[in-house]
């Protein structure tokens, strides 16, 4: 593997897991929904570089765009966070 490409690897990696994180500890429900779609996108991208655009092309569709829209849609119908429901 050529450099470029290792540094871009690298970056993605780092990228996903930090968005993964962030994903999983921020008390903030929408920043969180968001930090998942970041990672969905950076692993869609790992996968474009690893020469399996199919899984790419699926975790695009399925991990960022149904998933992630689909937790915001919930969170708008139920009325915000729990956090906003005594003001």
Do not use: N
């Not at 695009?60 to 729990?82: D, Q, R």
Request: negative net charge; hydrophobic residues 65%.
């Amino acid at each position: 593997m050529p450099v470029p490409d290792l540094l871009v690897m690298t970056a993605l990696g780092c990228a996903t897991i930090v968005s993964a994180v962030i994903a999983v500890m921020h008390e903030d429900l929408i920043r969180s929904v968001t930090a998942y779609a970041i990672s969905s996108v950076c692993l869609a991208a790992i996968f474009y570089l690893l020469a399996s655009p199919f899984a790419a092309a699926l975790e695009l569709t399925v991990g960022a765009g149904l998933v992630a829209v689909l937790f915001l849609v919930a969170l708008i119908l139920a009325g915000g966070e729990a956090g906003e429901a005594g003001t």
